[in-house]
């Protein structure tokens, strides 16, 4: 098992195929994606080496992530080899939902078993000021297609003053009959971003207040979750998740690594820099990168000092999946 020096151990793997997305969100990419360093993304003969290496090292869930990542031609290949992969007990992705209606029983078809989709506003007008797209109404039909399925499906939604703060009761008005987990998650601040960050953040403990005062019940996390703090109500088929990044104590129960496109290891979002790990996979050399992967563990910080202004080598949040 992954573990680091402060007793966490890593149960789950993000893991980014492109950082290229077709989106331009106004928190995340406002002026579109730009190509500015070499896009040699990993390989499937390179994945399939990492993925076997974590799986042997105690990582039960892979979550695929980009920029967008339907929108490289070989995902379903890509689902498919994690979910075979022995120990993998758990395979999903986070996607903008561009694709969703029209591929996502392919991608259930490969194995895929959870999916997190991107929407901060059930306002058309207001999801397309957002993304750049008018693609609100087909990506909710995807949703209920993906439920169809019988996909677990959960929505992210970033909280943000300007524009979608007022939402709140319209998102759960949703909730009472739309069995999906919703995600709100506080805008963090990266590279180039400072100034929106000041105008926009909310915070979540007020939300968590309300939601508590409203009759919700927090519910314990399990090993391989991720970082919201999840809450249930009986009258709503679905769920909320708080993800309150400056909250005390926020990396106490991370269980995550990250890689990104390239090859690169990140032992947190807002890291220095990414860990070279990309000629382990070349060679198909897993003992040596499950060695270097123990050894790179005794690096990782005790927090990510985002509390303090600390943004790290991260420009922006499709970097490595957000």
Same mark, same amino acid.
């Given at each position: 098992m992954l573990e680091d020096k402060f007793?966490?151990?890593f149960h789950y793997l993000r893991?980014?195929?492109?950082?290229?997305?077709?989106?331009s969100c106004t928190y995340c990419l406002p002026d579109g994606y730009a190509c500015d360093t070499d896009r040699d993304f990993l390989s499937l003969s390179e994945i399939s080496t990492l993925v076997n290496s974590f799986a042997k090292?105690?990582?039960?869930?892979?979550?695929?992530?980009?920029g967008e990542p339907s929108l490289r031609k070989d995902l379903p290949a890509i689902i498919q080899q994690c979910a075979s992969t022995k120990g993998i007990e758990h395979v999903a992705m986070t996607s903008n939902g561009y694709k969703l209606d029209k591929c996502v029983d392919?991608?259930?078809?490969?194995? &895929?078993? !959870? #999916?997190?989709?991107? *929407? /901060?506003?059930l306002d058309p007008r207001m999801f397309a000021?957002?993304?750049?797209?008018?693609? &609100?109404? !087909? #990506?909710?039909?995807? *949703? /209920?297609?993906?439920?169809?399925?019988?996909?677990?499906?959960?929505?992210?939604a970033v909280l943000m003053?300007?524009?979608?703060e007022a939402e709140f009761s319209g998102f759960l008005n949703w909730l009472k009959t739309?069995?999906?987990?919703?995600?709100?998650?506080?805008?963090?601040?990266?590279?180039?971003?400072?100034?929106?960050?000041?105008?926009?953040h909310v915070s979540g403990e007020p939300l968590k207040q309300r939601l508590l005062q409203q009759g919700w019940t927090q519910i314990l996390r399990d090993k391989a979750a991720g970082p919201a703090q999840e809450f249930f109500h009986p009258d709503f088929a679905g769920s909320i998740g708080l993800i309150m990044p400056y909250s005390k104590d926020f990396c106490a129960t991370c269980n995550r690594l990250r890689i990104a496109a390239t090859g690169k290891l990140h032992l947190c979002l807002f890291a220095d820099q990414g860990l070279d790990i990309r000629p382990f996979l070349q060679s198909n050399d897993e003992v040596g990168?499950?060695?270097e992967l123990v050894n790179l563990l005794g690096n990782k910080e005790a927090t990510h000092w985002l509390q303090d202004g600390y943004t790290g080598a991260t420009k922006h949040l499709a970097m490595l999946g957000g």
């Open positions: 007793g966490r151990r893991l980014s195929i492109t950082d290229v997305c077709n989106f090292l105690g990582t039960s869930k892979i979550r695929l992530t980009g392919e991608w259930v078809d490969a194995g &895929l078993n !959870s #999916i997190n989709i991107s *929407i /901060d506003s000021s957002i993304t750049g797209h008018d693609k &609100l109404e !087909s #990506i909710l039909s995807g *949703i /209920d297609k993906a439920l169809s399925l019988g996909l677990k499906v959960k929505v992210n003053r300007q524009y979608n739309k069995p999906v987990s919703l995600r709100l998650i506080e805008l963090m601040q990266t590279g180039d971003n400072v100034r929106f960050f000041n105008d926009n990168l499950q060695r």
